[in-house]
């Protein structure tokens, strides 16, 4: 049995919890709300920080903006392979328009891009709008998970 950590969603602690009881439905062990709710979570540059330190499962990133008809279009799409992919994954968002220095360091130049990211390093990227299906397919194979 290993153990691993995960940032909760709703109050930013870092809970550790057998990764055996992912499948559980596992809940903050500060504020007792779901660790996982099959919703994508935006975050800023400090929460994905602070995930990139502390999860112990694969992010999957979307770096996007509002004003993106691309983006906006993937945005459902990310929000069902959020369904498809947690708890053995943790969706994010974050808003490339208050992202500076993760564009920067990344060198995205075009949105949308995932970013996949699995012990704190990059492990995969993809620029460009995907469907539900794509985007779950290209998560597992780039993170070594079964489909």
Known sequence: MSGITLV???CAAV???LQERLD???RCGVCHKPLFNGAVLAVDEA???R???HDGIPLLVDVWAAWCGPCRAMAPQ???AAVALEPRFRLLK???DSAAATMSRHGISS???LLLFAGGQLRARQAGAMAAQQIVQWARQNSGERT
Request: glycine share 4%; net charge positive; hydrophobic share 40%.
């Open 15 to 17: 809970n550790r919890l």
């Open 51 to 53: 995930h990139m330190r």
């Open 8 to 10: 909760c969603p709703h």
């Open 78 to 80: 990310f929000q069902q």
């Open 24 to 26: 559980g439905a596992p």
């Open 47 to 49: 929460a994905l920080a």
């Open 111 to 113: 949105i949308p891009t």
């Open 94 to 96: 974050l808003d490339a």
